[in-house]
């Protein structure tokens, strides 16, 4: 089992920044066998959509609309893996939920519980 908790979330100006977090804990053998942590978002009305994700390798994917604005990296020391997005640049229609997703090897998913992010014009 792996517990998710976000933080980072909130109201920002457009043109602003910020940073999410989400740490996964848990049973230390299920930790050592997440694969791709990853960032989706949600705005209302509208699906999930992959933002950014990054491998154990380090390997990173971005969606076209926050390419260049976006930064995905991730934290492995210890028992805990943490997963930032550093958003920069923000806009209006980055507006949305924003969950964290971990994805073991054995390709189960654990979800965050969403934190809320909400850019003003």
């Known amino acids: 089992q792996v517990q998710l908790v976000e933080s980072g979330g909130g109201l920002v100006q457009a043109g602003g920044s910020l940073r999410l977090s989400c740490a996964a804990s848990?049973?230390?053998?299920?930790?050592?066998?997440?694969?791709?942590m990853a960032w989706y978002r949600q705005a209302p009305g509208k699906q999930r959509d992959l933002v950014a994700e990054?491998?154990?390798?380090?390997?990173?994917?971005?969606a076209d609309p926050v390419k260049g604005r976006f930064t995905i990296s991730r934290d492995n020391a210890g028992t805990k893996k943490t997963v930032y997005l550093q958003m920069n640049s923000l806009k209006s229609e980055d507006t949305a939920v924003y969950y964290c997703?971990?994805?073991?090897?054995?390709?189960?998913?654990?979800w965050g519980q969403g934190t809320q992010v909400v850019v003003s014009s």
């Open positions: 997703d971990v994805r073991l090897r054995s390709g189960r998913d654990y």
């Open positions: 848990g049973n230390i053998f299920t930790i050592a066998a997440i694969n791709v």
């Open positions: 990054i491998t154990s390798g380090g390997n990173t994917n971005y």
